[in-house]
């Protein structure tokens, strides 16, 4: 979590659309810039990935620019993601010249998963997180990393929840990450937890669609476009509280890591 939220955010009109202004179409229009800055792969995902057993599929909602795609030796990552623009970044990234880099600096990655992968365009597809296309009970586990505060409603997020709950088999963990309210309240001065969040795109990303939209839009200091993005800043004991709601399920870890609180759920069997 880097830049500041600069002024506080009413939801207001019907959620979904909300939604999609604030949240989608900003994505759409970021997409290169921001998958640009999102390399880094944390530590503790990679460790729930890897726990699970040879051969699991696991579930990425909300995999933006699919930097989780193919990390893991013996895991398969199905990503999907509300925005095109992005989806189409983490099927690039799966592609069979970017994959064989990554076996060509980790030797230990299997050359069948690869081609696997690549095959497949990166497994990824777009859909919306309230309504993933594939079936009840179908994956060994998911994650939702930096998700599930974009959406403006408490009933959504419990709703986003419960779609993950519903895609992974008895007995399946999920991971899910959400930024916390307590570090911008207390280093930043932030007092409310809905809030928009701006985002500055250089102009060495901006597209034909950006420029026809660029009169619509503040100026950063050196020209940038300002973006502005949803979110609800989460405070502790919050998800935990939204997945007892959701039900169906049993926290079974609840930490902070990277200016996030994170919740590992596993679901019960019905």
């Known amino acids: 979590m880097s830049a500041t939220?600069?002024?506080?955010?009413?939801?207001?009109?019907?959620?979904?659309?909300f939604e999609a202004e604030h949240v989608q179409r900003v994505y759409d229009a970021i997409a290169p810039h921001?998958?640009?800055?999102?390399?880094?792969i944390w530590p503790k995902?990679?460790?729930?990935?890897?726990?699970?057993?040879?051969?699991?599929?696991?579930?990425?909602?909300?995999?933006?620019?699919?930097?989780?795609?193919?990390?893991?030796?013996?895991?398969?990552?199905?990503?999907?993601?509300?925005?095109?623009?992005?989806?189409?970044?983490?099927?690039?990234?799966?592609?069979?010249?970017?994959?064989?880099?990554?076996e060509e600096e980790d030797p230990l990655l299997l050359s069948s998963h690869v081609s696997r992968v690549a095959g497949i365009g990166g497994d990824v597809f777009a859909c919306d997180g309230l309504r993933i296309a594939a079936r009840d009970n179908v994956y060994d586990g998911a994650i939702s990393i930096a998700?599930?505060?974009?959406?403006s409603t408490r009933?959504?997020?419990?709703?986003?929840?419960?779609?993950?709950?519903?895609?992974?088999?008895?007995?399946a963990r999920i991971m899910v990450y959400v930024w916390s309210f307590e570090p911008m309240r207390d280093r930043r001065g932030v007092t409310f937890q809905?809030?928009?969040?701006?985002?500055?795109?250089?102009?060495?990303?901006?597209?034909?669609d950006t420029t026809r939209h660029a009169g619509e839009l503040e100026r950063g200091k050196s020209g940038e476009l300002v973006y502005e993005r949803y979110y609800h800043l989460f405070e502790?004991?919050?998800?935990?509280?939204?997945?007892?709601?959701?039900?169906g399920c049993v926290v079974r870890e609840s930490y902070f890591d990277h200016a996030n609180w994170?919740?590992?759920?596993?679901k019960l069997s019905s």
């Open 155 to 171: 009933g959504r997020r419990i709703a986003a929840l419960r779609e993950l709950l519903r895609v992974v088999r008895p007995g």
């Open 194 to 208: 809905d809030v928009f969040v701006p985002w500055n795109l250089q102009k060495r990303f901006w597209s034909n």
């Open 5 to 17: 939220p600069r002024r506080e955010a009413v939801v207001d009109g019907e959620p979904g659309a």
């Open 262 to 266: 994170v919740v590992v759920a596993e």
């Open 147 to 151: 998700v599930v505060h974009h959406m």
């Open 45 to 102: 995902v990679r460790d729930f990935l890897d726990s699970h057993a040879n051969g699991s599929i696991v579930a990425d909602v909300g995999c933006g620019n699919g930097k989780y795609l193919g990390i893991s030796k013996h895991v398969f990552v199905h990503g999907n993601d509300v925005s095109v623009p992005l989806v189409e970044l983490a099927r690039r990234r799966c592609s069979p010249a970017a994959l064989k880099k990554a």
């Open 236 to 247: 502790n004991g919050e998800l935990d509280a939204l997945f007892e709601e959701a039900g």
């Open 34 to 40: 921001f998958s640009h800055t999102r390399g880094a």
